[in-house]
């Protein structure tokens, strides 16, 4: 993981010090699932490990759209498209289960 970077990232970015090691926690954690459960380096990563990852993620009841918020901002600050493309792809998905149609202003059942 590019930590560093990520730090500077989310300063820039006007992410306040007590969320930066919140973020950088997460993203550690993500590192150390990679080894453990999927036997990869950090950088090679595949959706799929991203898509693993945040079903046992909802499995222990955590807030998955967190998480999935912390991972895009993490590909953003290092500029991998693919990742960030299924990040954000995921974030739609879990806004798709949450969001009704009829709740939008000029949507017509």
């Given at each position: 993981?590019?930590?560093?970077?990520?730090?500077?990232?989310?300063k820039?970015t006007?992410?306040p010090?007590?969320?930066?090691?919140?973020?950088?926690?997460?993203?550690?954690?993500?590192?150390?699932?990679?080894s453990k459960?999927r036997?990869r380096?950090?950088?090679?990563e595949?959706?799929?490990?991203?898509?693993d990852f945040v079903?046992?993620?909802?499995?222990?009841?955590?807030k998955?759209?967190?998480?999935l918020?912390?991972?895009?901002?993490?590909?953003?600050s290092v500029?991998n498209?693919l990742?960030l493309?299924?990040v954000?792809?995921m974030?739609?998905?879990?806004?798709?289960k949450?969001a009704n149609l009829?709740?939008?202003?000029?949507?017509n059942r």
């Amino acid at each position: 993981m590019n930590e560093e970077g990520f730090r500077r990232y989310l300063k820039e970015t006007g992410k306040p010090g007590n969320r930066i090691e919140r973020e950088v926690r997460k993203m550690k954690e993500f590192e150390l699932y990679l080894s453990k459960h999927r036997n990869r380096k950090f950088g090679a990563e595949t959706a799929e490990d991203l898509r693993d990852f945040v079903n046992r993620l909802g499995d222990r009841g955590e807030k998955v759209n967190v998480w999935l918020w912390v991972l895009s901002r993490y590909y953003n600050s290092v500029s991998n498209d693919l990742m960030l493309c299924a990040v954000n792809e995921m974030i739609g998905l879990q806004f798709i289960k949450v969001a009704n149609l009829k709740d939008f202003l000029g949507i017509n059942r």
